[in-house]
């Protein structure tokens, strides 16, 4: 098997540091929709305290704590949600900086593969025999 330069491998590095990227984004678009449903829910439950309906008269103080206990699960998700942010803006640096490791890496590549062509047909010329043409001056 050949062996892969680094431009390949960085290549490669890209490709999964931009998936683990995506992954982040979908773990936080996961997290913005629990929180839109969560506060969904504390509406209703701030809608059942303030009514004056009679069924719900009697049960304010469970709405009470059921709003209570939404609100520390959405503290608790605006807390994850900030560090998958945070997440995110570290996965888009390392993906950026390997990128642009990748790009100088193939640079680097192709320049060595046109000095060594250069190289190679300054070594055909070396070896390739005099024209005839410059054997005259010489005798």
Do not use: C
């Amino acid at each position: 098997m050949a062996e892969k330069g680094r431009a390949a491998k960085l290549k490669r590095l890209v490709a999964v540091q931009r998936h683990m990227e995506r992954i982040a984004e979908l773990e936080l678009a996961e997290t913005t929709q629990r929180r839109q449903m969560l506060s969904a829910r504390m509406g209703e439950a701030i809608e059942a305290i303030g009514s004056f309906n009679p069924v719900h008269t009697g049960m304010k103080s469970q709405y009470a704590a059921q709003y209570g206990r939404l609100s520390g699960e959405d503290q608790n998700l605006i807390e994850v949600q900030d560090a998958q942010e945070k997440q995110i803006l570290r996965e888009k640096a390392k993906g950026d900086r390997l990128e642009e490791n990748w790009k100088e890496a193939r640079s680097a590549e192709d320049r060595e593969r046109e000095d060594n062509a250069v190289i190679d047909l300054i070594e055909m010329r070396l070896s390739m025999p005099a024209p005839a043409s410059s054997k005259l001056g010489e005798g």
